[in-house]
């Protein structure tokens, strides 16, 4: 173990590893404050330990120093949006049961189960998963709240998790099903990873991240000392399980999705001073990523994009403690190609889960499983931790930009269910999560996303007080002896009002938002207006010896604008000052769609109809300047009207409102443009292009994309001797052994089973079985005129068993199975 460790300790510079010791130091200060009572909120769940924002710490940072966020028991929400989805999703999260939540755990334990485990992807391989979200939950909603039943369960799951621990006796705690021997083969080095299995295990240290988050954040937010200690025992048992791997076995083992490992560990090196945990943390860090991005690169086309953003969290942990601005650099540039590439007008990014092309966004639009909620969870972490280290008001922006648009809208404002996939496709809609039913990941973050509004509004830098965001709040400035109250109806009203409670001279550094034009922003003290200049960080500075009840008042304008697809195709989005517009639209009449996803693997997706893009509301103008032609509805805040500019199937005017109150219904957010002239032929070529796509889907009883994580997992893939990869733009899966995936056709439909291959793989050979039957014997050749190619085998009548296939590719001796592009299963 010494020589591998003294590899990883290269990787640390002299200064890094100084720093980590000085760091170390503050913390300890800041537990102090913890042993005596008064529990320290962490900055983030990313950061919650991050330099300079936890505790006694805080209140020494000098004014050149890095930004701290307040911690999230300082802030507490006013009347606002917000403040009704952090009290309905504090609903959601009492209606869980920690006790069916535990069971996988306890399960592993070898202790009994006092309920049985949720279903889902509770129960199919991710167990556990939720159990560590609920606990990071509970933690941020102890602090934003002051809650006592949620502390009262959040004790009560953390105690239950110390009996598993002990029961396992070296110090582990998890639900992976099988945990014990999967483990001991990965310790041994006997291991196979692939995007997002190790050993056959769906994605294990990804669910193993999420039992290091929460009990994290028990202790960094809510003050469980209990919690401390189980975590840095559970990070012994990791350090010595992987003891033995060598470099080449860690990264092979990282190709396999594993959350955010690298930087929880990061956090309980700078939490206990201790050099190994940073040595492991470095060892936890994907180096097939880094590497790009430290050459400024850009390589994220086909990779699956929520598997990234959390390792990319951990490369700026890392580099904060140990002053790497070279891993600090490859953070921030992930940050800005995604943000500027990749990222459409809600703040979100991914198709499918995937980072597709920046210069081709078509599938943002003809797909229906759009930006995945998670991603937008990672990417505000990951966008609290650059603005720490640079208070920029671009990072600020797109916080508010995604907070609003994505974060908000992704929360049924009745039941508090949450969103998977919102699509951007014309007329398709979303569904919703039930509590006892749905266990996706986007409800794990979900509950965290909405208990933790409070932690970004503000922030300070000595006596600097940042006002990030205008959400209505009121913050408790200990180390200064303030109270700032901020109150408003923002974004229904274009002004908000800060009231100082406190005698104290302090800099007030208000973000001027890039939604507000040049010198449109107007700053007005007890009454008389004071200057509002720009500085470079895009804030405007107030410093003055301030008085108790002094009120600032902020005007900020807002005007309707356009935003074009990213690839500048001709689909524009509409917003009106940070918030995006949508409509609600009513492509089949009399249609009453399903909302509420099943208790499926993949009732996360909006499966219902797709209504064809030529039948999408076009916004027709002889040019694309056409923001001017939006009107408000009196009397209706934020709610709008184009007369004359839309075009669309249903009759009356149509009435765009913000997309994050539009639930339960069909809708537009990125509309097709055209000028009066060309729309009969862009109608046209809209209805060609997608006549035989939406045919296939017609024709289809189930699919799976082979390749790509979410869809394999869903179909319960299995494998010996399995790799998968992107070839031109498109995934693949082949195997040296075998692989096989279970289909449903309930109704005993299936005809034909279709397969996509490449030309690049001919001559290999292998076996096609059916529920155990030979289906076909398979050899490539180079015959087909396209690069990628279908082929089509009879399925045998009734050869479902109780609506099932499986279907097994197996290579024959000496070849490979596969390459497999595409597989359909048809009518």
Known sequence: MAARVSIASQRLSRRGAIKLAAGAAATVASHGALASGKAVSGASTAGAVAAGAVGAASAASPADGPVSLFPLNAVRLGPSPFLEAQQTDLRYILSLDADRLLAPFLREAGLPLKQPTYGNWES?????????????????????????????????????????????????????????????????????????????????????????????????????????????????????????????????MLRAEHGGMNEVLADVAHMTGQQKYMELAIRFSHQAILKPLEENKDQLTGLHANTQIPKVIGFKRIGDITSRKDWQKAAAFFWQTVHDHRTVAIGGNSVREHFHSDKDYTSMIEEVEGPETCNTYNMLKLTELLFTGDAKGSYADYYERALYNHILSSQHPDSGGFVYFTPMRPNHYRVYSQPQKAMWCCVGSGLESHAKYGEFIYAHRGDNLYVNLFIPSTLDWREQGVQIRQSNRFPDEDRSTITVKGNKTFTLKIRYPEWVEQGALRVSVNGKQVAAAIGADRYVNVRRAWRDGDKVEIQLPMKTRLEQMPDKSAYYAVLHGPVVLAAKTNPFPGEQPNYLADDSRMGHIASGPVCPLEQAPVLVSENAAFAGRFRPVPGRPLTFTAPGLVQAAQSGPTTFVPFFRVHDARYVVYWPYSTPGELVERRAKAAEDEKERLALDAQTIDQVAPGEQQPESDHFFKAEGADAGVNKGRHWRHATGWFSYDLTDKKGEAHVLRLTYSKQDAGRRFDILINGQLLAEVRLDASALQEFYTRDYPIPAGAASAGKLVIRFVARDGSVAGGLYGLRLLR
């Open 124 to 252: 199919s391989g991710l167990d556990g998963h939720m159990g560590g979200h609920y606990l990071s939950a509970l933690a941020l909603m102890v602090a934003a709240t002051g809650d006592n039943e949620v502390r009262k369960r959040l004790n009560y799951f953390v105690e239950e998790l110390n009996l598993c621990q002990q029961a396992n006796g070296n110090g582990y705690i998890g639900g992976v099903p099988g945990g014990a021997a999967a483990w001991k083969d990965i310790a041994e080095g006997k291991l196979h990873a692939d995007n997002f299995s190790v050993n056959g295990k769906w994605v294990p240290w990804y669910n193993l991240h999420k039992t290091y988050a929460g009990l994290r954040d028990a202790y960094t937010y809510a003050g469980n000392e209990q919690a401390r200690t189980m975590l840095i025992a559970l990070c012994d048992w990791t350090l010595e399980l992987t003891s033995h791997l060598s470099e080449e076995q860690m990264q092979s």
